[in-house]
């Protein structure tokens, strides 16, 4: 939706990154299934340099490392990012932001946010301002409380479950669902795995799902991390095939987030082991530039002279009677 409202923006948005980036090609990528957004774009870029690529719709393709294999058939280093392979990849919302920015001096106060599901009457798309209560939101698109079974901020696939309507809308808040039993039902309890390999083949970072589960299980974060785990975009398509219903995902985001805090720990005792090793370092220097000043002193000062000791005289004899 904003592509095909906001199509003039988008463009102004990418001349200007266009301009500070100096690239060699500009290709906005966009997915076969949404043709009114095409044309839309189609008429905005007619007379520039900035390039069209209408690619198959094929989730998770429009992840940022997916959509730069797709365009320009380069691939992301494991742990880099674009700009190691000489690539800047930016979505739409973030090319509009600039647009109004340079152009009408309005910074980013507002999000885009789809409000659907359901359990919702009126659908829609809200410019809600950053910090806007969910709960607004909903009432704003008609949610019938009693048809709600889960509300999930973010899509089907890699959203959040919300246990409470009173969280703010933030700068990455695309979408809330307000979905019934039938629309999400809840999943199935967890079985053993199988080995069936069904998630690995699903993968499109082409990682190991089914060992990173094992070592996330057992809380052998090193291995999984080992395994190039924080590679995971979280896209959700392994715990979708798995014929076990183990959500895969939530036990990679358990051990991305237990690697985090102890990375965040371990920095911790690092600069306090630091701060440590410096105080006794000053006291040590310190102490030694004392001791030194002291012994200057006493080269300084004069030796006192030394009183020779008078011998004690021998007693008169006695004169006889």
């Not at 090193?222 to 395994?227: D, G, T, V």
């Amino acid at each position: 939706m904003t592509m095909r409202e906001r199509a003039e923006e988008v463009l102004a948005g990418f001349k200007v990154m266009a301009w500070l980036l100096r690239p060699e090609r500009c290709v906005i990528g966009i997915e076969d299934n949404k043709p009114e957004a095409i044309a839309a774009l189609r008429a905005a870029t007619e007379g520039t340099q900035i390039e069209l690529a209408v690619i198959p719709t094929k989730y998770p393709s429009g992840g940022e490392k997916q959509l730069i294999q797709i365009l320009t058939g380069m691939e992301v280093p494991s742990g880099g990012i674009p700009a190691d392979i000489g690539v800047m990849c930016q979505n739409i919302g973030t090319a509009v932001a600039i647009s109004q920015l340079i152009f009408e001096g309005k910074p980013l106060i507002s999000r885009t946010t789809t409000i659907t599901g359901e359990a919702v009457r009126e659908p829609g798309n809200f410019e809600a301002l950053i910090g806007t209560p969910v709960q607004h939101l909903l009432e704003q698109a008609g949610l019938q409380p009693d048809q709600v079974n889960r509300l999930v901020m973010g899509g089907p696939m890699m959203g959040y479950t919300l246990t409470t309507t009173a969280v703010p809308i933030v700068k990455t808040s695309n979408c809330v669902i307000a979905a019934t039993a039938s629309e999400l039902p809840a999943p199935p309890p967890e079985q053993a795995c199988i080995r069936c390999g069904m998630c690995a083949e699903a993968c499109p970072m082409e990682l190991l799902p089914q060992q990173l589960f094992w070592y996330s299980k057992a809380t052998e974060f090193e291995k999984a991390e080992h395994l190039n785990l924080f590679d995971c975009i979280e896209c959700g398509a392994c715990s979708y095939v798995c014929p076990s219903s183990i959500p895969l995902v939530q036990y990679y985001r358990y051990a991305k987030g237990e690697i985090r805090v102890q990375r965040a720990e371990q920095l911790k005792a690092d600069r306090a082991r630091e701060r440590f090793e410096a105080r006794q370092e000053r006291l040590e220097r310190e102490q030694q530039e004392k001791e030194h000043r002291r012994k200057e002193r006493a080269k300084l000062q004069p030796k006192p002279r030394r009183r020779r000791r008078r011998k004690p005289r021998k007693p008169l004899p006695r004169a006889r009677p």
